[in-house]
Structure formats: C-alpha cells, structure tokens
C-alpha cells in the first residue's frame, strides 16, 4: 500500500466522520435543548457502561481483522483474508448476544449504582444495539483491511442520520411524560440506527461479493493450510491488548459517573445541581472536543493496514515515510482545533446551547476551554497507538494509556472535591491524562519506528501558524461581535481562524503537495499551488 492510497482512505474516512459529527451534532445540541441537562444525564449515564461492554465486545477485533487481512493481501493469499472474516462474524455473533445479555440482566442494578434509577429505562433500550454492533466491526474491520473504506464510510453517516432522525422523533414523543423517558426515547433511535447500519454492511458484502470469490480463486494455495484455531489465536492475541486499551477510557468514565456526581454532592452541591453539571460536563463540553478527533480517528484506521503491510513485507522506509506522515498531519489537524475552542470556547456553547440558562452555558465554556489543551494530546495518542498497533507494539499504548488514566482518576478525585474548582476537575484530570499518555507514546514510536521527529517541521511552524491564528481569531470575534449577532461573529471569526492558518501554514511551507489530496479536488488544488511556489512537492 502506498502513502497515497493510506492518506485516500484516510480521506475518506475523515469526509464521512465530518459528515457523521456533524449530523451527531444536529442530534446532540438539539437534544440537550429537548430534554435538559438532567434528561441529558440519563441519557449519558447509560453510556459508560455500554461503552466498556461495547468496547469489549469490538474495539479489538476491527483493528487485528484489518491488520491480518492486510497482512495477508500484501502476500495475495486472500483465501486466509477471506477466512478471517467469516470467523470473526462467528466470534462477534456469540459476543454480542452475550453481552447484550448481560447489559440487560443488570441494567436495573446499573442505573441504581449510579445513583440515578430513571436512568434504567436508557440502559435497558440501547442494550440490543450490542449484537448489532458487533457484527458491524467485523465488516468494517474486514474491508478496512482490504483498504476498502466506503462501507465504513456510509455505515457511520447511516448510523448518525438515524440517531438524528428517529432519536429526536421519539425523544419529541414521550419527554412529556418526564426526562428519562425522553431520554430512554432518544437511545431507541440509537439502537434502530446500528440496526440499519449493519444492513448496509450486509448489502454491500453482497455486493462485492463476486470480486471476493474472484481473488478467492486466483489466489495461490500454500502449502500448509492456516487452520481456524490458529487464526482465532491470533485475533484474540492481536485483539486482546488493543481491548485492554479501548476500555481503558470507559472506565474511567464509569469513574467520573461514580466520582463526580457523589464528591459534588460532598462539597453541598444538591443532587439535583450535581446531575446538572454532569450533564453539562458529558452532554455539554466532552462531544465538543471529540470534533477535531474525527480527523485523526480516520488517519489512524487506515494507519493500522498501512503500516502492517510495511511491516509485513519489511520496509523500514515505508514505515518511516508513513509515520511521519500521520503524526505531522496530526500536529497540523490538532492543534488549531485546540486553539480554536480555547479562544472561543464560550462563544461556541452559546452558539450550540443556547435554549440552556446563561450560568449553565458559562460552565460549559469553562469546561471546554479546559478540555482544548487536551484536544493536542487526544488526537497525538489516537495516531500513536494506530503506528505502534501496526508494528505489532499492541502493548506498549496500552500501558501508557492505563498510567494516564490513573492519573485522570486521582486528580479528578481531588479536584472536583474544590468547591473553587468543582466540576472542572473532571477537565483537568482529561488533559492530564492524554498529556503522559501521548508523551510516552511519542517516546516509544520514535524508538521503534526508528522516526525522527523534525522541530522545525513538527513543532515550530504549526505552533507559529496556530498563533497568528488564534491572535486573528480573538480580534475578528471582539470586531465582529460590535456589529453582528454573537451567532454570527462566532461562525465567521472561525471563518477568519481557517483562513489565516491555511495562509500561514502556506506562507511557512508547512504544507507538502501529497497533504492537500486529503481535499476534495485537492489533486487539482496541489498542482495549481505548486506552479505558484506555494506549496513543495
């Protein structure tokens, strides 16, 4: 696999998660709006539970599907390829039944551990949704593999426009009869979505079909056949830690539902407040910053193949071109996004909730500007783990992951128990805990990638770009905010923000010919740049 054809599924990828956060967005804001910030906590209180069984059930097996078909297509034995799919469907069917079972069976004890039992009705609808899902990651894993990255691509935009769609339908039906049942509504839309999503992903294995059995056919037999317990063992050896990991964040999630409603409660928050700021900290501020992720999140699934197949046919130089790549690209993509919502991170929850009171909008201002720093290191640990993953180092993010998130536990503890600092604690403990991680995964993909990291090109020039821009961005919105409405001087001093930094990014040679295919019409755009001296080849 070529750089390019790694940064064109990227792209892919990227376009569709735009799409798919955006249409996530239509559906959050409008919903925080519908049912409140405490409908908010019910719907967010079924969410840590089902994320760690989710990810569980799914994190592991999508990337080493990918990983063993590409590996496998970089040897043209697509018959293996082809049998790793149809028993990982096997494996994923039996664990999604088994931990919809299991969600099910204790939703009740879950929702009362919680400290909130209206969350109950939110836990019990969005459990069937765990059979559906996981039969999803073995597809997407499985063409993900073959660089294929459209069905993922239109899967994700089905899911999101019919949480859109239908969550905001049934939410608008039954929040009459109270907030968790508005907010047990929404999550049935969730569960319908991944429902339609998987039949999406069935129709198009269907579809290509044919073109597999083609390969099938053509492919050389080796001489030893791989038998299924050999492919199982290297799925769950492959699987394994990378699920460790995965689930690394929802428990501690789990931890700030526990820890962060209770310790505001013990400094003389009233319950009720208490479940206010939750909501407002996970309905509110934390979607927010997972925006510019969705860029990365794309980089990084098709850095797992890319990579693999490098490492899999032992080119060092492949490895090196590919991991420099993503993490410039990562740097370029991170840090404006983090600048941005730092400069303008009250003006952005004022724009996106603004049927919520002004002290609440302030709260989430505050949270998100905290959060912003992070958004550098989330986007730098989700592109890591995706280079080390693909050098076969599926430990190694794992334990740096873990040592942040003990971290995020103890400072959350201690800092929401502030009553100055309260709920933003939960913030601080975030950014501490994707700061050591991403250190310590830059540490350990420049020793095994054998990568250099170049100062100038990595570091200077972005942060130099970043801050012409944030400095346009802070006087734009003071200029625009005299004589627009605060909606409109938000949206066009982000405008302004994009403009600049593309300028200026330009104007420094921090953009190469090859980053601009990440575009639409980017091909294009390269070719006229370059004539004009604007960008290298």
């Known amino acids: 696999m070529t750089r390019k054809s790694f940064i064109k599924g990227a792209a892919i990828l990227a376009a569709a998660g735009l799409i798919s956060k955006f249409i996530g967005a239509l559906f959050r804001i409008p919903m925080m709006n519908l049912i409140g910030s405490t409908g908010m906590s019910y719907y967010q209180m079924a969410y840590p539970i089902y994320s760690f069984l989710l990810i569980v059930s799914t994190a592991g097996i999508p990337t080493a599907i990918s990983k063993l078909v590409a590996e496998n297509i970089a040897l043209r034995n697509y018959r293996d390829a082809h049998k790793v799919f149809q028993l990982s469907v096997r494996l994923m069917l039996i664990i999604g039944l088994s931990t919809f079972s299991l969600f099910s069976a204790g939703s009740r004890l879950t929702a009362k551990i919680m400290g909130a039992e209206e969350a109950y009705y939110s836990i019990l ?3 069937p949704s765990l059979v559906f899902v996981t039969l999803i990651s073995s597809f997407r ?79 050389p037999r080796p001489r030893t056949s791989v038998s299924n317990r050999s492919i199982l063992s290297r799925l769950i050896i492959i699987s394994f830690p990378i ?16 820890i962060v409603v209770n310790r505001l409660v013990q400094i003389g928050f009233s319950e009720s407040q208490a479940k206010s700021l939750y909501g407002v900290l996970t309905g509110g501020a934390n979607p927010l910053i997972n925006f510019p992720a969705v860029l990365t999140i794309a980089l ?36 404006p996004a983090a600048a941005g919502m730092a400069v303008l991170s009250r003006p952005i929850c004022a724009l996106l909730y603004s049927s919520l009171p002004e002290s609440e909008i302030t709260v989430t201002g505050e949270i998100l500007a905290i959060l912003s720093v992070g958004v550098i290191f989330l986007t730098m640990v989700q592109t890591l783990t995706a280079i080390l993953q693909g050098l076969n180092k599926m430990t190694v993010p794992v334990g740096n992951l ?55 090109e990595f570091i200077v020039k972005p942060v130099i770009a970043v801050s012409v821009m944030s400095l346009s961005v802070y006087f734009a919105n003071g200029f625009f905010s005299t004589v627009l409405s605060a909606s409109k001087a938000t949206l066009l001093s982000i405008v302004v923000g994009v403009v600049v930094y593309a300028i200026v990014l330009l104007a420094a040679g921090a953009i190469k010919k090859q980053d601009l295919e990440l575009m639409p019409g980017g091909r294009k755009l ?11 080849d």
């Not at 049942?181 to 079909?209: D, F, I």
């Open 526 to 536: 390269g070719r006229l740049l370059l004539k004009l001296k604007l960008v290298r």
């Open 243 to 258: 699920t460790i990991g995965a689930s690394i964040m929802p428990l501690v999630n789990v931890a700030d539902s526990l």
């Open 141 to 219: 894993g499985y063409f993900q593999g073959m660089q294929y990255m459209t069905p993922t691509a239109l899967s994700q935009i089905i899911e999101q426009t019919g949480k859109l769609v239908l969550g905001l339908w049934f939410a608008s039906l039954f929040i009459d009869r109270g907030p968790e049942y508005g907010a047990a509504a929404a999550v049935v839309g969730v569960t319908l979505s991944e429902g339609a999503a998987l039949a999406l992903l069935m129709g198009m294995y269907q579809k290509k079909k044919k073109e597999i059995i083609y390969n099938i056919q053509h492919s």
């Open 125 to 127: 609808a969005i459990a």
């Open 402 to 456: 873990a040592i942040g998130a003990l971290f995020k536990v103890v400072v959350t503890y201690i800092l929401v128990g502030n009553p100055g600092i309260n709920v933003r604690g939960a913030a601080f403990g975030t950014v501490v805990c994707y700061g050591v991680a991403a250190v310590l995964d830059l540490a350990a993909v420049v020793r095994y990638a054998r990568t250099p990291v170049p100062f100038m």
């Open 300 to 335: 990084a699934m098709s850095l797992v193949p890319a990579i693999s197949e490098s490492y899999a046919s032992r080119d060092q130089k492949g490895i090196a071109q590919k991991t420099s790549t993503g993490i410039r690209l990562t740097l370029l993509l991170g840090l």
